[in-house]
Structure formats: C-alpha cells, structure tokens
Nanobody, 115 residues
Framework: QIQPVESGGGLVQPGGSLRLSCTES????????IGWFRQAPGKERELVAS???????NYADSVKNRFTISRDKARNTVDLQMDSLKPEDTAVYFC?????????WGQGTQVTVSS
C-alpha cells in the first residue's frame, strides 16, 4: 500500500509549538493537494489544513492564525507548524489527500497538549 508517513508529534504544554512532517516518496506527491487531518478520541476525523500543488492554502477556523501548512518539493514533504497550542488540539494527526483518490491512511502522529 502506498501511504504517507507522519512524524513530529509529542507532548507539549498549552501555548507551546510543534512541527509535524508528512512525506511520501512518489514524485506525484508534489503535485497533489495534501491535507493535515486530526482525530480526537470519540470524534470524527477532521481536516484542519490543506495545501495545493501550487502552494495555495486553506485552514479550518479552529486553527486559523495558529497553524501554518507548507511544502518542500525538494524533500517531498508537507509540514504543519502548530503554534499557540491548546488542549483541544490534542489528537492523532494524519496527512492525506483531502478529495478524490486517497492514499492508505497511515498510523498518524500523536499530539498531546497538556500541562
């Protein structure tokens, strides 16, 4: 199965920062719109940010002005810089295409925001 690999999660205090990274080795990855999703316990998976192949970005209202999505085509990565983290940001974070054909879902990376 072709699936992206997520990394960079961890435990951070409220107000702190983390940077997540998503990578997939195929060349076509750089052409796809890629999104970061999250799923908290007992909740549905939600899209929090996405970036097109051209670099256009979109954010959920809950993370706007706190999270920044970017991509590095030389490294085949899509990163999510998360600042001013809140306890409600605690979730497993995944990356995938937001529409159309999707990769197999990876294991994600756990982000826990707690004092």
């Amino acid at each position: 199965q072709i699936q992206p690999v997520e990394s960079g999660g961890g435990l951070v205090q409220p107000g702190g920062s983390l940077r997540l990274s998503c990578t997939e080795s195929g060349r076509i990855f750089n052409f796809y719109e890629i999104g970061w999703f999250r799923q908290a316990p007992g909740k549905e998976r939600e899209l929090v940010a996405s970036i097109t192949g051209e670099g256009n970005t979109n954010y959920a209202d809950s993370v706007k002005n706190r999270f920044t999505i970017s991509r590095d085509k030389a490294r085949n990565t899509v990163d999510l810089q998360m600042d001013s983290l809140k306890p409600e940001d605690t979730a497993v974070y995944f990356c995938n295409r937001p529409t159309g054909w999707q990769y197999a879902w990876g294991q994600g990376t756990q982000v826990t925001v707690s004092s």
